[in-house]
């Protein structure tokens, strides 16, 4: 991008620093979905949660229903957001892996069947989730302790015919690494006797440990997040300098800039650059965060080359290339501590390039 573009950006963003958003990306296919994520997928039909012994449920005798109290699946324990019991529907006429779990069972039991699931800790960070979806229209949050992180809505309506038809449901994956602890499910009211909802057979996965590092990618966001917090001074010179270095950042968010083991693509290379630019936006700013945004910016940038290095190191590199990487990380650190950190920033790209180079 170059300086026009950006200044064009950076007069647009005056009024929008504030509005950073975060959030995962929702799908509705289930290959889609699985194609997305990297971690262990667990797989729940619900059927340890089901006692068959439920009273019939319509004149049909393959379905039955049961009103259990909270249960624990190996990935979650399900309870009712009001206090009342969740629904277990099961039936082989359903098509979609019975049983079904679903709300707390038509208007005249209650109609907003909400669920909570509350995951288990022991798995992991939670990289995403997937869910056949009958019919109901669902409002999904995800929550850290009792605070949402995310939100989406699905409906599907209470077309009958959903309950043959294994291929429609509801997905999200984790793609800002927000901490969640509890997916909740509120499930709005559709005025029929059926169910307000039913969902079916759900997966989930957890990040292992094989999953691509977003240490790199988070060192930025943290950076954007905290520049983008701070206030508009009323100075049009100043609020333009503070868009300007959070349009720099926002571009030097990329993941495309980082490989799996968190070191920078050749592409990535950029990130010097716009860290510069941002950094030249951020001198001008009088906050006192800005600074702060500066100091973190080049300790952000010395890991980066610190961790090209140690790569070079282990790959047995050229010595002598290693060596003039090392050296000018070293002069990079001397003029950030005098207080100059474009030059500083500068150096550590040189000190990034020969390291990439020795191997």
Known sequence: ???????????????????????????????????????????????????????PFSSNPNFTVQFLPSQSTSWATITNTDG?????????????????????????????????FTLNPDLGDLEGFYFNHIFGAVVVTMYDGDTVVDSFTTDLGDDPSNFSNPTVGFGWTNTDSLKVTKIRMEFTSLGTDVSDIAIGFGEIAFDDGS????????????????????????????????????????????????????LLTNQGQQIFSLLN????????VSDPAAQTAID???????????????????????????????SYLGLAEAYAA???????????SFSWFFARISY
């Not at 620093?17 to 889609?32: K, Y």
């Not at 098509?95 to 679903?102: A, E, M, N």
């Not at 140690?310 to 060596?323: K, Q, R, T």
């Open 84 to 116: 009342s019991l969740p629904g277990i529907f099961a039936g082989k006429e359903l098509g979609v892996g019975s049983p079904v779990l679903v709300g707390v069972g038509g208007p005249e039991n209650n109609p907003y069947g909400n669920l909570d």
């Open 338 to 348: 005098i207080g100059v950190p474009r030059t500083a920033i500068r150096l550590r």
């Open 1 to 55: 991008m170059n300086y026009f573009t950006r200044f064009m950006l950076a007069i647009f963003s005056l009024a929008l620093i504030h509005s950073t958003v975060v959030g995962g990306d929702t799908f509705t296919e289930r290959a889609d979905w699985q194609n997305a994520v990297c971690g262990t997928i667990v797989g729940d039909g619900f059927g340890e949660l089901i006692d068959f012994t439920g009273q």
């Open 277 to 284: 630019q941002a950094t030249r936006g951020l001198n001008w």
């Open 211 to 262: 999953c691509p590092s977003d240490d790199a990618l988070d060192g930025i966001l943290e950076v954007l997040d905290a520049v983008a917090s701070i206030p508009p001074t009323g100075n049009r010179f100043e609020d333009f300098a503070l868009a300007y270095a959070t349009s720099a950042i926002s571009e030097a968010a990329n993941p495309d800039f980082f490989t799996e083991d968190g």
């Open 296 to 326: 973190d910016i080049q300790q952000y940038l010395s890991d980066i080359v610190q961790a090209e290095i140690d790569s070079a190191v282990a790959a047995e590199g050229v010595p002598f290339l290693i060596n003039v990487a090392e």
